[in-house]
């Protein structure tokens, strides 16, 4: 796979695990293909965005950014990191077990809760303060500090819950009853295990943070503290071989953390902070596997109209959860493992989430008749080999109809519109495309199966609201691989006519752009619904100074960013020609990017004169 596949993949299942309660992938392949894309190009842009887009229309933005974690999958890679950290003699580790959950903050101030917020992108979470009054954990108000403060923790179900997970993930169902509209009774199964305060710098260390939460009421992890790599290996295995089943919550390895909060901004400040910090890392358990045998292989049709395997087999119990089901990814994955019915396969569910097949442990038997399908089982149209997939080109075929109407209302936010409302329109003939959702009317849906009066007024409501957007918005909606609304500002694509006239071939994201362009299929959609929506250009966008950045700043890189931003500038990576600004701590040092920057005529700023208020 080249990068830009696999960018789009590990996105896909990014927005997938952290959005829904139905992930697409393991985390051992998810990590897998993260690696892969960091060998093939360490500078990609992914790597500098955390979890996903919050999907709420209700969002909290982070006063401090809720990044992922770093990872190690053995003790010599958490020595290394150790190693790299070069910290004092006299310092010690924070151990707490790493939960599989849905990661959220409750902020206070003067002692009162003000809100609860997922971690979302990192920076903007979506507000889920209704919560609270579910969840006994989530305390009203604290009494130890009236700064305002941030108690972070993890969201889960327990083991022993008594609510009904129908076979499903633990965490899956709890990401599933946090985003429940209605009927949220069921939300007081839910627990939240606090392992984190920030705004209060008078905490001198991690543990010392668990135990005020923990005295002040707070539902609290087990913490362990360690001086040395060998006291962490020996927790680890104590982890592996008897805490793992034996704590009330699933877990996916452990969180090590410098103890001595005084020495996070001093170890950030040394390496640029996007994806996590540097003064954590989480150790992750090997992947739980099982054999089972194939009973049959199912295949779906994508958007594009690629057919997706499916192995359904023999049920097996993996991280708490009853597994019949597993993607196959591609068909070159089917030939690949050479994998024909009644095979014995190896089942992994890394780190409790959606399992994939790791081996086909039967692929040396002769007589091999492999699993292949010659037909779109949507449409019947035959398929053809294009790539690691067989493809349905049938631009007609109901299926890859209904997925591209299921994407766009997805991306669009309308999220009151579920799979089955698309499924019954398009069966019904009032929605054959995306840009039949902006011409429905009430008395369409009046009769139809499923929409009461209040369901009618609710759909039109959101595909109304959805109508209105930038040129940017429409165009990153469309599904071009790796096309965001940041990497079009990259590109210089404000308008309509920017990014018709787009024939950059300079980054992998452009070549997309331009190879979508040239399927007629594309375009014809394109124009179709650029008449059907109401787009807006950005005012001022082409005016907005371009900012860049060189040296050590007064906070943290991406604190950084988010203000120059807000100031009304564009923040670039990169020095170029079109570069304003060049931010440094001394207008007259030697860098190569102040170099660059007075080669070309940019303005040299320190940052103390362009923060001063």
């Known amino acids: 796979m080249t990068s830009a596949e696999i960018t789009e993949k590990l996105i896909v299942a990014k927005e997938a695990y952290y959005s829904s309660d139905s992930p697409i992938m393991s985390d051992a392949e998810f990590d897998a293909l993260e690696n892969k894309l960091r060998e093939l190009d360490p500078a990609n842009p992914y790597f500098t965005v955390v979890g996903t887009s919050a999907s709420s229309s209700s969002k909290i933005t982070h006063t401090v950014p809720m990044l992922s974690m770093q990872k190690a999958k053995s003790i010599e890679e958490v020595v290394k990191w150790i190693t790299r950290l070069s910290l004092p003699d006299s310092n010690s580790f924070c151990i707490q077990p790493k939960i599989d959950g849905l990661s959220a903050t409750c902020c206070y101030e003067n002692g009162k809760l003000l809100y609860v917020a997922t971690r979302g992108d990192g920076i903007t979470g979506q507000d889920i303060t209704h ?4 969840i006994p954990d989530i305390l009203e108000s604290v009494k130890f500090t009236t700064r305002r403060i941030e108690v972070r923790g993890e969201l889960y179900l327990p083991k ?3 609510y009904d997970t129908g076979g499903r993930p633990l965490r899956n169902n709890c990401v599933g009853l946090i985003n429940r509209k209605e009927n949220r ?18 905490i001198a260390t991690e543990t ?9 009421g707070f539902h609290t992890v087990s913490t362990e503290k360690a001086v040395d790599p060998e006291k962490i290996e020996t927790y680890f295995n104590h982890y592996l ?6 704590w009330k919550y699933e877990t996916d390895g452990l969180v090590i953390c410098v103890n001595d909060r005084s020495l996070f901004a001093e170890i950030d400040s040394r390496w640029v902070v ?6 954590a890392i989480a150790l992750k358990p090997p992947a739980e596997a099982k054999e089972t045998s194939l009973t049959r292989v199912e295949w779906q049709i994508s958007r594009q109209g690629n057919a997706i395997p499916v192995a359904v087999f023999a049920p097996v119990f993996l991280g708490g959860a009853r597994i019949e089901r597993a993607s196959l990814a591609n068909y070159e994955a089917i030939k690949r493992m050479n994998i024909c019915i009644g095979d014995t396969l190896l089942i992994e569910r890394a780190n409790d989430v959606i399992p994939y097949v790791r081996k086909n442990l039967s692929a040396g038997s002769p007589s091999r008749n492999t699993v292949t399908i010659k037909t779109c089982p949507s449409c019947e149209t035959e398929l053809v080999e294009k790539g690691v997939h067989l493809r349905c080109e049938n631009t007609d075929c109901p299926e890859t109809t209904i997925q591209k109407i299921l994407f766009w209302v997805k991306e669009s936010g309308m999220e ?3 799979e089955a409302t698309v499924r019954t329109l398009y069966s019904k003939g009032i929605v054959s495309s995306i840009q039949d959702l902006y011409s429905i009317t009430e008395k369409d849906l009046i009769g139809v199966e499923g929409f009461a009066t209040k369901k009618i007024s609710s ?5 109304s609201a959805s109508r209105r957007m930038t040129a940017r918005d429409f165009i990153a909606k469309l599904g071009i691989p790796l096309v965001q609304k940041k990497a079009l500002a990259k590109l210089q694509i404000f308008f309509i006519e920017d990014f018709l006239s787009f024939e950059d071939t300079t980054y992998i994201i452009g070549n997309n752009i331009i190879s979508w362009k040239q399927d007629a299929a594309n375009m014809l959609l394109f124009n179709e619904l650029r008449e059907a929506l109401d787009i807006e250009d950005e005012e001022n966008v082409l005016n907005r100074k371009k900012v860049c950045m060189t040296g050590k700043g007064p906070l943290p890189r991406k604190e950084l960013i988010t203000r120059i931003e807000n100031m009304g500038y564009e923040f670039s990576d990169t020095i170029t020609a079109q570069t304003d600004i060049l931010l440094c701590e001394d207008p007259q040092g030697s860098s190569s990017k102040l170099k660059k920057a007075e080669k070309n005529g940019t303005t040299l700023i320190s940052y103390e004169d362009f923060f001063q208020d």
């Open 459 to 463: 759909f039109l409501k959101e595909v």
């Open 416 to 418: 009151q519109i579920a």
């Open 160 to 162: 022993d819950t008594e």
């Open 208 to 216: 010392a943070a668990i135990e005020l939460l923990t005295a002040n």
């Open 131 to 134: 919560v609270a009054s579910y």
């Open 274 to 279: 996007d994806h996590h910090h540097h003064y």
């Open 241 to 246: 071989n008897e805490l793992r089943s034996k």
């Open 185 to 202: 009774d069921n939300l007081h199964h839910v627990r939240f295990a606090a392992f984190q305060i920030n705004g209060d710098e008078l």
